[in-house]
């Protein structure tokens, strides 16, 4: 049972910076905006928000720290892609390209330094339950953030007008625009909170999953991200299925290894990718059928003034 | 604002063409880096290695490197790259560039190429790589004194010669401790992704594992292993400020030494075509201090060191018996031959996993 355990908080751990980096690309792709620079986004904010928690000592510090870089990072995006309107995909590559450079040169000073990492919730009684309770009450901030967050994202976009206007955005920008909605303003902020979430996606990784900074840490969990909107149809409550399995085969597949299970490791190590696309096709056969992605996602807007 | 980003991303591009701006006379090598130079690791550990080069004869040459290159066909166009830029003499640090590296060389007969780790090649391209064996035999004498569960864990990369020789060299060095040792391995397919590393050691000790050892690059399972109060061996480079109670050694990659060598004789216009593969005797790498054990245990580990260094212990003696419990043949004398070391593709007895592929 013990064992159980272990392998569930792993998992949390895992899933935890994918579902943060995706829940604000998903809100971002809703509002019609293709941002590719999410592993850009994130790797910054890695490397600030180690940056700000040796530099303070604080873990929530750096992980503002991460929020702030990440949201700098997606103004930049948000200043060639709207602004200019380049086109979507260039930027967001670029953007990736930048921000795997800009965290080297962050970081530089800061490899090989060790921080106290995030502290995780104790509460007498019940943390101590078996089983459940170090899984429920006993997480680091970030993971109940995490939560939080696309909770808060799937009442946003199904539960409030604001969101509505959002997708409105997404599906038909030329008519939002019509019907007086300032459709770049609003892509901005949705581009802004998919840079903000991204950065403490990457945040996490230094602060929480692994305590110290390497370049390239990261390792492509911005792309999992991205790959994760796109197949859980750009849907909260799929992407939260598609985290936690992603996160969960990941991890079970190490420990299969561990037992000595005699399936090829290569395979093992592509299990993840498959088991959550099988998962999320089936899914979205399974509710609506077709495609739901935003109409308008990766168009260029340029207002008729 | 517009403005001042453009001129910033200017001045971005303008730094980097810097970095490979051209001095006429001198030598020009380049490096292919598998990882970033700062990754605490493999490709930190070369970097130094050309730092020091730069310290010994940076008057008459000059370095370019190009870092996180990923391996396979990809690794052409940046060796290509390098030769266009005149290198002369270019370093290809990891095994994956092995191809890449010997089809480059072969389209240009005149720039000389040195590949880490690999078994192919030319006129123009030498292989260089150290007998890591030997020190991961020392580890497993260690691991096996120092398991109270008798269970090892191992983080490989990939299943390739080098890895596998090295899990065998352990096994066989702790089954002279232990004969009942345990060793589970897992194979994290990637030689760099900290959260990967990291979550393949929770596994390996969530599973009964007290010693890890890996074969990735970066200092995440050293971690781990502190953080659990666990022990564990570094890799590549000293990564005991990461577990200061949990490093036990390390197998520490010192190029330096080769790099100045082959520098030199490329200079004097002796280089050649050549295959080294350097052992402790040749200060290819080196342990790390033995710490975290007992005396005795430190003494084995250094009188073990001693024994191979000066030849009279071969981490691969004869008998050896193969996971299907046949022995096997024996090329070398009374030891495995190099060619068998660096082709192996067997797990020895003791080992109760399959070895992926096989």
């Known amino acids: 049972m013990e064992l159980v355990e272990a392998i569930i908080l792993s998992v949390l751990a895992a899933s935890t910076p994918l579902l943060i980096a995706a829940t604000g690309e998903l809100v971002t792709e809703r509002s019609g905006v293709l941002n590719l620079g999410v592993e850009g986004m994130m790797i910054v904010g890695a490397a600030c928000g180690f940056a700000g928690a040796w530099l303070t000592g604080s873990i929530f510090i750096g992980a503002?720290?991460?929020?702030?870089?990440?949201?700098?990072?997606?103004?930049?995006?948000?200043?060639?892609?709207?602004?200019?309107?380049?086109?979507?995909?260039?930027?967001?590559?670029?953007?990736?390209?930048?921000?795997?450079?800009?965290?080297?040169?962050?970081?530089?000073?800061?490899?090989?330094?060790?921080?106290?990492p995030a502290v995780h919730l104790f509460i007498p009684g019940l943390t101590d339950i078996p089983l459940v309770g170090r899984v429920l009450f006993g997480e680091d901030g970030f993971v109940y953030v995490s939560i939080a967050l696309v909770l808060g994202v799937w009442w946003f976009l199904y539960r409030t007008r604001a969101g509505l206007i959002l997708r409105a955005c997404g599906d038909n920008h030329v008519s939002a625009h019509a019907l007086g909605y300032p459709v770049l303003r609003i892509r901005t902020f949705a581009v802004m909170f998919g840079g903000a979430c991204a950065g403490l996606a990457g945040a996490y990784l230094p602060l929480a999953y692994t305590p110290f900074f390497i370049p390239g840490m990261t390792a492509g969990r911005g792309w999992i991200a991205l790959a994760l909107v796109v197949f859980s149809s750009w849907r909260p409550g799929r992407l939260v299925v598609g985290a936690y399995l992603f996160g969960a085969v990941t991890i079970l597949q190490l420990h299969a290894q561990g037992w000595g299970v005699g399936i090829p490791s290569q395979f093992m190590s592509a299990l993840p990718y498959l088991a959550t696309i099988i998962v999320l096709v089936l899914l979205s056969r399974a509710r609506s059928g077709g495609s739901t992605a935003p109409a308008a996602l990766g168009t260029v807007f340029v207002p008729d003034r | 604002m517009r403005k001042s980003f453009l001129a910033l991303a200017a001045g971005l591009l303008l730094a980097g063409s810097i970095g490979a701006a051209s001095a006429a006379d001198k030598l020009k090598v380049g490096f292919i880096y598998l990882g970033p130079i700062g990754d605490l690791g493999w490709t930190y550990q070369h970097d130094l290695a050309r730092q020091a080069l730069v310290k010994e004869l940076g008057d008459k040459i000059e370095t370019t490197y190009l870092e996180n290159v990923p391996e396979g066909p990809d690794a052409e166009r940046s060796i290509e790259q390098l030769v266009r830029a005149g290198n002369k003499l270019i370093f290809t640090t990891s095994f994956g560039y092995m191809d890449p590296t010997l089809k480059v060389a072969k389209k240009y007969p005149n720039v000389h190429f040195e590949h880490a780790t690999g078994y192919k090649r030319n006129p123009?391209?030498?292989?260089?790589?150290?007998?890591?064996?030997?020190?991961?035999?020392?580890?497993?004498?260690?691991?096996?004194?120092?398991?109270?569960?008798?269970?090892?864990?191992?983080?490989?990369?990939?299943?390739?010669?080098?890895?596998?020789?090295?899990?065998?060299?352990?096994?066989?060095?702790?089954?002279?401790?232990?004969?009942?040792?345990?060793v589970k391995i897992i194979w994290a397919n990637t030689w760099f992704d900290p959260g990967k590393e990291a979550d393949a050691a929770k596994a390996l000790i969530d599973q009964g594992a007290d010693v890890i050892m890996q074969h990735t690059d970066s200092p995440a399972a050293m971690q781990i292993a502190s953080e659990r109060g666990k022990l564990a061996f570094g890799q590549d480079s000293e990564m005991i400020k990461f577990g200061p109670k949990t490093q036990l050694t390390s197998i520490l990659d010192t190029w330096g030494p080769y790099y100045i060598e082959r520098v030199k004789a490329e200079l004097a216009g002796t280089w050649k075509s050549e295959d080294s593969w350097g052992g402790l005797d040749s200060h290819m790498f080196a342990m790390a201090p033995y710490t975290n054990m007992p005396d005795e245990v430190k003494k084995m580990a250094e009188d073990a060191q001693a024994a191979i260094t000066a030849g009279k212990l071969h981490p691969f003696k004869c008998p050896i018996v193969g996971q299907d419990g046949k022995p096997v043949e024996c090329k070398g004398g009374d030891h495995l031959d190099d060619g068998q070391i660096l082709g192996m593709n067997f797990y020895v007895k003791g080992i109760d996993d399959k070895l992926p592929g096989k």
């Open chain 1, 64 to 116: 503002l720290f991460g929020i702030v870089a990440g949201t700098m990072m997606s103004l930049i995006f948000a200043l060639m892609a709207l602004g200019l309107a380049v086109n979507q995909v260039a930027t967001g590559l670029a953007l990736t390209i930048l921000g795997v450079g800009l965290s080297g040169l962050i970081g530089a000073g800061f490899v090989g330094e060790r921080i106290t």
């Open chain 2, 124 to 182: 123009n391209m030498s292989t260089y790589s150290a007998r890591w064996y030997q020190g991961r035999y020392i580890q497993g004498l260690i691991a096996a004194k120092m398991s109270k569960s008798g269970v090892l864990g191992y983080i490989g990369s990939f299943p390739i010669p080098e890895v596998v020789s090295g899990i065998n060299a352990t096994m066989l060095a702790a089954q002279t401790i232990n004969p009942n040792i345990k």
